[in-house]
């Protein structure tokens, strides 16, 4: 039974593994025996998180994703390195709290360029025949609970992925003739290094609220790479185009 969450001789590509829930999935990818290809800016992050890998055919490549014509290279070299890839896993991501009156069309357009168009570009190119493991494949895109619900302040954020939910859907029907699974998580808050300094600077009874939202407690990236795998691996074979929440209670609120 535990082997249909097996990711043995997978090849998957994680985006935003320099830190936070992308190092911690693929960490734990790793362990599962898959072989992990890394993407991200930071050089130095990176090779921090190759080094925390378990063995096997792993690669990093330091890249800012927004530079959309670099993309198919880093797809293209993994390939010929390691194989087909048979999944894709979207962690990269900005955040921005600003009120409405102070937004601008440069916020907005960065946080889509990262959380969203990024992710979209480097699905389509691995969905191209010539790259795409086509016995089988998953795509997983990380979202957010405020994809699904509102708050002051994250106008741009809850929009960029609000996006990712619906494209998920509309990508998850034309990839399956593919055999290309898509689906969302969507994290509550999780205990991340971008969180805590996010959470260092509100007052005591502000960060004392947030938690409270969370029923269960915050989470740790762990249980994000938990889901993740599920959705990567053959146990999830029949789940497509849906947005699975983990948030520890918060929007059932």
């Given at each position: 039974?535990?082997?249909?969450?097996?990711?043995?001789?997978?090849?998957i590509l994680?985006?935003?593994?320099?830190?936070g829930?992308?190092?911690?999935?693929?960490i734990?990818?790793?362990?599962?025996?898959?072989?992990?290809?890394?993407?991200a800016?930071?050089?130095?992050?990176?090779?921090?998180?190759?080094?925390?890998?378990?063995?096997?055919?792993?690669?990093?490549?330091?890249?800012?994703?927004?530079?959309?014509?670099?993309?198919?290279?880093?797809?293209?070299?993994?390939?010929?390195?390691?194989?087909?890839?048979?999944?894709?896993?979207?962690?990269?991501g900005?955040?921005?709290?600003?009120?409405?009156?102070v937004?601008?069309?440069?916020?907005y357009?960065?946080?889509?360029?990262v959380n969203?168009?990024?992710?979209f570009?480097?699905?389509?190119?691995?969905?191209?025949?010539?790259?795409l493991?086509?016995?089988?494949?998953?795509?997983?895109?990380i979202?957010?609970?405020?994809?699904?619900?509102?708050?002051?302040?994250?106008?741009g954020?809850c929009?960029?992925k609000?996006?990712?939910?619906?494209?998920?859907k509309?990508?998850?029907?034309?990839?399956?003739?593919?055999?290309?699974?898509?689906?969302?998580?969507?994290?509550?808050?999780?205990e991340?290094?971008?969180?805590?300094?996010?959470?260092?600077?509100?007052?005591?009874?502000?960060?004392?609220?947030?938690?409270?939202m969370?029923p269960?407690g915050?989470?740790?990236?762990?249980?994000?790479?938990?889901?993740?795998?599920?959705l990567?691996?053959d146990a999830?074979?029949?789940i497509?185009?849906?947005?699975?929440?983990?948030?520890?209670?918060?929007s059932?609120?």
């Amino acid at each position: 039974m535990n082997k249909i969450f097996d990711l043995e001789g997978k090849n998957i590509l994680v985006t935003g593994a320099s830190s936070g829930i992308g190092r911690q999935c693929a960490i734990t990818f790793s362990k599962l025996g898959a072989n992990v290809i890394l993407v991200a800016r930071n050089r130095q992050r990176l090779e921090e998180t190759y080094n925390l890998l378990e063995k096997g055919n792993h690669l990093l490549f330091s890249q800012d994703i927004t530079e959309y014509d670099e993309l198919e290279k880093i797809v293209e070299s993994s390939v010929e390195k390691i194989g087909r890839i048979s999944g894709f896993l979207h962690s990269a991501g900005v955040e921005m709290t600003l009120p409405l009156r102070v937004m601008k069309p440069s916020y907005y357009e960065n946080m889509f360029a990262v959380n969203v168009i990024a992710g979209f570009e480097l699905a389509k190119i691995i969905s191209m025949k010539k790259y795409l493991n086509e016995s089988e494949a998953s795509f997983v895109f990380i979202a957010s609970v405020m994809g699904l619900l509102g708050q002051p302040g994250k106008v741009g954020y809850c929009s960029s992925k609000g996006a990712l939910l619906s494209g998920t859907k509309a990508m998850a029907l034309e990839l399956a003739a593919k055999n290309v699974r898509v689906n969302c998580v969507l994290p509550g808050v999780v205990e991340t290094p971008m969180t805590k300094k996010m959470l260092e600077k509100l007052p005591e009874d502000a960060m004392q609220s947030i938690k409270n939202m969370h029923p269960l407690g915050l989470g740790k990236p762990e249980d994000i790479a938990n889901v993740a795998t599920f959705l990567l691996s053959d146990a999830s074979r029949w789940i497509t185009g849906t947005s699975l929440i983990v948030d520890g209670g918060y929007s059932a609120g």
